[in-house]
């Protein structure tokens, strides 16, 4: 059983956040400090990236593993008979989701903002070969040329030329953050389907960023939403509002958890 890493800062109800990416932390410090304010925020980190695990071997890795990572930190952190509220980004929205689905009893309410969800989607098939080929442009051509195939591929836009770019070296892989979402996160989070059964009628709200609307991840968001009877919100911005506009997307966090 591997080792748990996470940290904890702030006071009031157990607020657990799970990054999205390779589930590094990074650029959510303003939206975790404000957040602090009115929770005990506990800030998941799955893969240690945050705490001196950054440049060592990865596995490929699945939703189950960082959603029971989750579990294990609530049974952590929660007091006997307490329950948590949950927000999760992108592939953390998945896990948060998964987790919701296994472990509702220890939940008050989960936001999973911009979680790819692709297989609730009509098209699922399209949108899941789209991740394949941002995963293998990274391989052929590295971080620039398939962080534009990514952009294109959310916003529903013709992907542009890859460019010049080359492949990178197992070394420089591991030791960003990004190329491992690419690499070890993308293809197999978004191949997850969701547990609609489980999720119906649960304490759960499906946000969006404003400023996404018109694609890939607004539609996903408001797809899922009707599937389970949750609700849907617009958050400040796109796709990363949180570090965008910390602030006023923290004030729409507490909305949602307490309004």
Do not use: C, K, N
Request: proline share 7%.
């Amino acid at each position: 059983m591997t080792d748990l890493h996470y940290d904890v800062r702030g006071g009031g109800p157990v607020l657990l956040v799970v990054p999205g990416g390779a589930g590094h932390p990074m650029g959510l410090d303003a939206l975790t400090a404000d957040l602090a304010g009115r929770f005990t925020v506990v800030t998941y980190d799955p893969l240690g990236l945050a705490h001196g695990h950054l440049g060592l071997p990865v596995a490929e890795q699945r939703v189950e593993a960082w959603s029971e990572g989750a579990h294990r930190v609530l049974d952590q952190v929660l007091p006997d008979g307490e329950s948590a509220y949950v927000l999760g980004f992108s592939s953390g929205g998945i896990a948060v989701l998964d987790l919701l689905a296994r472990h509702p009893e220890r939940l008050r309410h989960v936001i999973a903002h911009e979680p790819p969800v692709v297989r609730v989607l009509p098209d699922a098939d399209r949108q899941s070969a789209m991740f394949a080929e941002v995963r293998d442009t990274y391989r052929a051509a590295g971080l620039a040329a398939a962080g534009a195939r990514l952009a294109a591929g959310l916003a529903g836009t013709p992907a542009a030329p890859s460019g010049d770019g080359r492949p990178p070296s197992g070394q420089e892989e591991l030791g960003s953050p990004m190329a491992l979402f690419l690499t070890r996160v993308l293809t197999r989070f978004t191949a997850y389907a969701p547990d609609l059964d489980a999720l119906r009628s649960a304490p759960v709200t499906l946000a969006a960023g404003a400023d996404s609307r018109g694609g890939l991840l607004h539609r996903t968001a408001g797809v899922a939403a009707e599937l389970t009877g949750g609700r849907f919100a617009e958050f400040p911005g796109g796709h990363v509002g949180a570090v965008e506009h910390p602030r006023e997307f923290a004030a729409s966090v507490v909305d949602a958890l307490l309004g």
